[in-house]
C-alpha cells in the first residue's frame, strides 16, 4: 500500500518508569517501556508517529506524555488514568539490564478497548503489553484491525520470561501476531524462548513461513534481515562504549520504521529492494548504537546521527 505524508506509525503498547542505579547507591526514576521507547525514538528521529497507551496524571505520567509531544510524536490517542505509572527496577550486570516490574493496579492493566485512529499508515506492537491483560487483547484487535485496513504491522515481542505466568496463551498469540505482520524483530533470546536450537535458523523459518521481514538481532554482532527467497543482510554493530543496553532494541525498531517511512518502502517491506533495505538496517544499527552509549532508553535525536 502507499502511505501518505499525512499518515503516521502507530505504537501501541507500555510505557513505565525505569528504576535505573545512579551513581550515589540509589534509584534514578527514567522514562521507558518497549513501546514508548520505539515511539519516542521515531519521532526524535523525524518520523510522523503517534502512541497509544493510557497515561497517567502522575507526575511520570505526564513526563512521559511532555517527551513525546517534544519530539513531536502524536499523544492524543492516549487514555488518561488516575492509575500509577507502571515501573521496572532495573539491575545492571556487565552494562546488561534485568527488570523486576510493577504492574497490578497501574497503567500497565488499564487498556480496555482501543481503535486504530484514522490517520493511522502503520501499526507498532511489541513488550510486556502483549503478555498482560486485558492489554494484550486490546493489541492484538488492533494488529487485526490494520492487517483488515491494509496496513503493515511490525511485531518486537521483546520477551520476558519472568512476566511470562502464561506461556501457552502467549505462544498462540505470537502466532497470530506472526501471521499478521509485515516486519517482526527478535533478538536471539527471543528465538530461543520460541524454539529450541539456533536462532538464526528459527529467524530463517519465521520468515519462510510468515512471508515477512524478519530482524534477527544480536547484541553486539550487530543484525541480520531475513525475508523469504532472497539471501540474508547483515550489518555489524559498531564499536562503541556501552553505558547500558536499556532501550537499544527499541532504538533499532525506531532507526529500522524510520528509514522505511522515508524511503516509501514502509507499505510493502518484504518487496524492497535489496539496497533500500540494507539502508535501512545500517541506520537502525547506527541509532541503536548511539543509544547504548548513554544511560537508559535515550534515544538520539535526527540530528545527532551525523
Not at 499525512?6 to 513501546?35: F, H, K, Q, R, T
Not at 478497548?113 to 501499526?123: C, F, I, K, V
Not at 485496513?149 to 519472568?162: A, S
Not at 524462548?193 to 538481532?217: F, K
Request: proline letters at 8%; hydrophobic letters at 45%; charged letters at 20%.
Amino acid at each position: 500500500m502507499t502511505i501518505t505524508d499525512s499518515d503516521m506509525i502507530l505504537c501501541a503498547g507500555e510505557s513505565l518508569v525505569d528504576l535505573v542505579p545512579s551513581g550515589g547507591g540509589g534509584l534514578l526514576a527514567l522514562p521507558g517501556g518497549a513501546v514508548f521507547n520505539t515511539a519516542l525514538g521515531l519521532g526524535r528521529l523525524g518520523a510522523r508517529a503517534g502512541y497509544l497507551w493510557p497515561l497517567s496524571a502522575d507526575a511520570h505520567g505526564r513526563t512521559l506524555r511532555s517527551l513525546l509531544e517534544r519530539a513531536g510524536v502524536d499523544a492524543s490517542p492516549c487514555p488518561a488514568t488516575d492509575l500509577p505509572t507502571a515501573s521496572a527496577e532495573v539491575t545492571l550486570t556487565g552494562g546488561e539490564a534485568s527488570y523486576r516490574f510493577t504492574l497490578t493496579g497501574t497503567t500497565a492493566t488499564a487498556l480496555t478497548a482501543a481503535t486504530l485512529p484514522e490517520r493511522t499508515g502503520a501499526l507498532f506492537i511489541g513488550g510486556i503489553s502483549l503478555a498482560i491483560e486485558p492489554g494484550a487483547s486490546v493489541v492484538e484487535s488492533l494488529a487485526a484491525e490494520a492487517r483488515a485496513r491494509g496496513l503493515p504491522v511490525m511485531i518486537d515481542p521483546n520477551l520476558r520470561p519472568p512476566l511470562i505466568d502464561d506461556p501457552e496463551t502467549l505462544r498462540p498469540r505470537l502466532d497470530r501476531l506472526f501471521a499478521l505482520a509485515a516486519i517482526i524483530k527478535l533478538s536471539s533470546d527471543d528465538l530461543r524462548w520460541l524454539s529450541a536450537g539456533d536462532p538464526a535458523a528459527t529467524a530463517t523459518r519465521i520468515a519462510e513461513e510468515s512471508g515477512a521481514l524478519v530482524l534477527h538481532t544480536q547484541g553486539a554482532n550487530g543484525a541480520s534481515l531475513i525475508r523469504r527467497g532472497a539471501p540474508p543482510l547483515h550489518r555489524p554493530a559498531p564499536k562503541v562504549r556501552v553505558i547500558d543496553t536499556i532501550g537499544a532494541g527499541d532504538s533499532f525498531n525506531a532507526g529500522l520504521l524510520a528509514a522505511l517511512q522515508t524511503s516509501g518502502a514502509l507499505g510493502y517491506p518484504a518487496e524492497a529492494d535489496a539496497p533500500m533495505l540494507s539502508a535501512a538496517l545500517r541506520y537502525a544499527v547506527q541509532v541503536a548504537a548511539v543509544t547504548v552509549g548513554r544511560q537508559g532508553a535515550d534515544p538520539p535525536w535526527r540530528h545527532e546521527l551525523g
